[in-house]
C-alpha cells in the first residue's frame, strides 16, 4: 500500500508525517474525514495513538538540538520564505483539500492560503533580528547579557474552521523562533494540514521540526496538552476545551496561548453608513456560515434606525447564495460537521422556544449538505442564550439600544471579549467606545480583518496570550540571563552585598575585601 499523501484515486489518503517522513500510525488505525457538502468520506486519514505522538515529540526534541539550530535566524528565514514561495505556487491544491475537509467556499479558503503564505513572510523577516540585550551591570566585576532562546517544542492544538490559517498563527512566529512543533489537527479537517506537511519537507526543513499527528480521539490533544516534554502549547478551540488545556499544561508548568470563543458584538449607530454596516454585520456572521471565533453574532443597533437596518439584514441573508463550495458564485457554504450542525439548530430552535422572532432561516436546510439558513433573529433579551452562547453559525441576533451607555452596557455584559465592530462616523464617539469596549480586537467602520502584524487574542473567557504582531515571537522565546565574573577574583560565599554604593566600595576593594555582587539568597 502507498504511503504519505495519496491523492490520486477517490479515496485520498494521508498518513503521519514525523520525524521527516510520512508514515502510517503503529496500530495502522484510519479514520475518514466526510466531505460536508456531499456527506460522504472523502479522504482516510492516520488514526495516530499516544505512542505515535510520543514519536513525534521525542523527534521534535530532537531537532532541537540539530541542523536546526546551526541554521541560526537567517537560514530559518530563508527555509520560511520558500515554503510561503511553495504554499503560494500551490495554493489552489492546499485550497481545494480546505473546501472538502470543512466545507469552506473556496473563494475563502484561497484568500486564507494566500494569507498562510503572508504569515511565513512577516515572521521570516523577524527570524534574524531576535536578540538579547547588554545589561548594565552597576558592578563593573560582571559583565551581564540576555539571550533569547527558542522556547522548545510546541504543540499546536487546531480547531475545524480555518485550521491552515490557524497552523500559521502559530507556526511562523514557532519556527522563526527556533522551536519545534507537534501539530494535532482537529478530527474533523486532518487532511489540509498533513498536505502542507509536503511542502515543509519539500522546502527543506531539517527533520523533526514540523510534525503532525491526526487522531480521531480527543485523548490525542489531551495527551499533547498534558505532554511533559512539550514546553509550550498553542490552541485555537472553545473555551471549555481551553480550560481542560490550561489545566493539563500547568502540571508540568507548560507555557500556554488560549485563543478561545466569543460572542462578539457589533454596534451600529444612526450616524453610520448604513450600507457598509450591513455589509460588515453579513461579513462578520454570515461569511464562512459563521463559524468565525470572532463572529458578530450580536447586533445592537441604535433605535431611530432598529427596524431598516433589521430589513436590511433580512434582505442581505434571503440574497446570500448557499450551494457548492466550490462554486466561484457561492457565498456561504455547508456547516463543517453534522454535530456542528445539529448544535445550531437546537439553539436556534430553542430561541424560538423562548420567544425570540425568527425573521428568515432558523432551519436546516432541505438541500444536502450540511446547510443551515443564514437566520436574524430580533426580539430576545440580553439574559437569552443565545445572545449569550456562541452559536458558531450563520445566525445574528439584534438588539436595539438608545443610548451609547446603554450600548456600552450590552456589549460588555458577556463572559466573552474577543472581539467587537463599531459602525459610526462621529470620530469622537469612536475614540470613546474603543477606550470602554472590553475585546482583544476592535474594528472601527469594517470587520473580519486580519495582518500577521496586528495583535490577535481575547480578553476574560476568549483566551490568555495575543497571536501575531511583532510580540507574538516572545511567546516562543525564553530570556537567558548570563552574569560572567570578569574580575578574576575570588568572593566571600557568605557575604551578601545589597547596595549598588556598596557595591561600587566592594569594586575598589576588591584585593582586600572580595565580596561583590547583589548575591540571591535562593
Ligand atoms: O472544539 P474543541 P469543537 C467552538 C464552537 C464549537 C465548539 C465545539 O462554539 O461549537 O467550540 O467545537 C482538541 N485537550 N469553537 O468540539 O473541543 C480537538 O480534538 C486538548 C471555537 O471542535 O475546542 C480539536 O483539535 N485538546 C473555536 C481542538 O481541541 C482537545 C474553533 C478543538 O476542539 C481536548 C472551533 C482536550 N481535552 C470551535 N479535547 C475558535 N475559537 O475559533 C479536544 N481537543
Same mark, same amino acid.
Given at each position: ?44 486519514v492516520a488514526d495516530a495513538s499516544v505512542e505515535d505522538l510520543d514519536v513525534a515529540v521525542d523527534a521534535a526534541l ?43 467556499? /473556496? !473563494?475563502?479558503?484561497?484568500?486564507? $492560503?494566500?494569507?498562510?503564505?503572508? &504569515? ?5 523577516? *523577524? +527570524?534574524? =533580528? ?16 540576555? /539571550? !533569547?532562546?527558542?522556547?522548545?517544542? $510546541?504543540?499546536?492544538?487546531?480547531? &475545524? ?5 490557524? *497552523? +500559521?498563527? =502559530? ?74 488545556v490550561s489545566k493539563a499544561a500547568s502540571d508540568h508548568v507548560g507555557r500556554v496561548t488560549l485563543e478561545l470563543g ?261
Open positions: 500500500m502507498a504511503r504519505g499523501v495519496v491523492e490520486a484515486g477517490s479515496l485520498k489518503r494521508y498518513d503521519l508525517y514525523v520525524d521527516g517522513t510520512f508514515q502510517p500510525p503503529s496500530q495502522n488505525a484510519r479514520f475518514e474525514s466526510v466531505n460536508p457538502y456531499t456527506e460522504e468520506p472523502w479522504a482516510t530532537r531537532a532541537l538540538e540539530g541542523d536546526w539550530l546551526t541554521l541560526g535566524g537567517a537560514g530559518r528565514g530563508k527555509l520560511m520564505h520558500r515554503l510561503a514561495d511553495l504554499v503560494e505556487q500551490n495554493l489552489a491544491h492546499l485550497a481545494a483539500i480546505e473546501t472538502s475537509d470543512n466545507g469552506k467556499v /473556496r !473563494r475563502d479558503a484561497e484568500a486564507q $492560503v494566500a494569507l498562510v503564505a503572508k &504569515w511565513l513572510r512577516y515572521f521570516a523577516g *523577524l +527570524a534574524d =533580528k531576535i536578540e538579547g540585550r547588554v545589561v548594565s551591570e552597576p558592578q563593573a566585576e560582571y559583565f551581564v547579557y540576555t /539571550r !533569547r532562546e527558542p522556547v522548545g517544542v $510546541v504543540g499546536a492544538i487546531l480547531p &475545524w474552521n480555518a485550521p491552515l490559517l490557524l *497552523l +500559521a498563527f =502559530k507556526l511562523a512566529p514557532a519556527l522563526a523562533a527556533g522551536c519545534t512543533m507537534v501539530v494535532k489537527p482537529s478530527e474533523f479537517t486532518p487532511a489540509s494540514v498533513l498536505a502542507f506537511a509536503q511542502y515543509v519537507h519539500k522546502a527543506g526543513f531539517p527533520a523533526g521540526v514540523f510534525n503532525v499527528v491526526s487522531g480521531s480521539s480527543r485523548e490525542l490533544g489531551a495527551a499533547l496538552a498534558a505532554h511533559p516534554r512539550v514546553s509550550r502549547i498553542a490552541f485555537t478551540g472553545s473555551t471549555q476545551t481551553g480550560i481542560s466569543g460572542k462578539s458584538p457589533q454596534i451600529v449607530f444612526a450616524d453610520a453608513d448604513l450600507e457598509a454596516a450591513v455589509n460588515g454585520v453579513v461579513a462578520g456572521v454570515f461569511a464562512a456560515s459563521g463559524q468565525m471565533c470572532h463572529a458578530g453574532s450580536r447586533v445592537l443597533v441604535e433605535q431611530s434606525i432598529h427596524d431598516a437596518f433589521v430589513d436590511a439584514l433580512v434582505r442581505r441573508a434571503r440574497e446570500a447564495r448557499l450551494g457548492d463550495p466550490t462554486d466561484p458564485l457561492t457565498d456561504i457554504g455547508p456547516i463543517s460537521t453534522e454535530p456542528q450542525l445539529r448544535k445550531i439548530e437546537e439553539l436556534v430552535s430553542a430561541s424560538a422556544r423562548s420567544g425570540a422572532k425568527i425573521l428568515c432561516g432558523g432551519k436546516v436546510s432541505p438541500r444536502s449538505g450540511y446547510f443551515f439558513e443564514p437566520t436574524v433573529i430580533t426580539n430576545v433579551q440580553q439574559h437569552a442564550q443565545i445572545v449569550r452562547e456562541e452559536v458558531f453559525g450563520p445566525v445574528v441576533a439584534v438588539m436595539p439600544f438608545d443610548r451609547e451607555d446603554d450600548a456600552i452596557e450590552m456589549a460588555n455584559d458577556t463572559p466573552y471579549g474577543l472581539a467587537a465592530g463599531l459602525w459610526t462616523s462621529n470620530l469622537n464617539r469612536a475614540h470613546r467606545m474603543v477606550d470602554r469596549i472590553k475585546a482583544g480586537t476592535v474594528w472601527v467602520n469594517c470587520y473580519r480583518v486580519a495582518s500577521p502584524a496586528v495583535p490577535f487574542g481575547g480578553m476574560k473567557t476568549s483566551g490568555v496570550g495575543r497571536e501575531n504582531g511583532l510580540d507574538a515571537i516572545n511567546d516562543y522565546l525564553e530570556t537567558k540571563s548570563v552574569w560572567m565574573d570578569v574580575s578574576g577574583g575570588k568572593r566571600d560565599p557568605y557575604r551578601i552585598s545589597s547596595s549598588s554604593s556598596e557595591s561600587s566600595e566592594s569594586t575598589t576593594t576588591r584585593e582586600s575585601n572580595p565580596s561583590r555582587g547583589d548575591h540571591l539568597d535562593e
